[in-house]
């Protein structure tokens, strides 16, 4: 059965009017607050409300106090908040040449690209009085600042952080190791050629 044009136009007209209908323009009018906007409602003349005492953002409640602050009660923890493993010293390894080797150089000796350019020498990293610090110390410098070193917490995730610390002890041990502290299985390692990116490394250095 076919739709004559007069019952089609009837339709389309039809149709036509349900959707102005359901797009009124008070629709798009809604009482409703933009930031910053006053307000006759409440009695402080703001539209926002404080927040709740003890609000916590989703994600942020950071209830363990030696991850996020690397302290027990007011003092630098000397233990890492997490088992070390080697995919904890991978990951430190990685994240200290990334943010921190441009001025500590590679090996922590203070020795960094920028500094060889001008910018404030730090101390080195396996000095006695550096090495006699907790690590939590390590880990609220690098949350923190110290001195001339800005603080990194905004580009360093919390957990590379403690990575980090724990990769900066690797170097203070491996300022004052001999070859015997390499075990016995590894040694023949330390005779092979570097790669040509480590010698790039070391030449950068130097």
Known sequence: MRTRPSSRRLLAAVALALATAACRQDMHDQPKYVPLRGSTFFGDGASARPLVAGTVARGQLRDDTLLYTGKVGDEPSSEMPFPVTEAVMHRGQEAFNAYCQHCHGLTGS???????RGYTRPPALWTDRVKERPIGHIFDVITNGFGAMPDHAAQVKVEDRWAIAAYVRALQA?????V??????????LDRPATPAAAAGHEQQH
Request: negative net charge; aromatic residues 0%.
């Open 110 to 116: 203070g020795d960094g690209m920028v500094v060889l």
């Open 174 to 178: 491996s300022a004052s190791g001999t």
């Open 180 to 189: 015997n502290d390499v075990p016995v299985e590894q040694r023949e390692q």
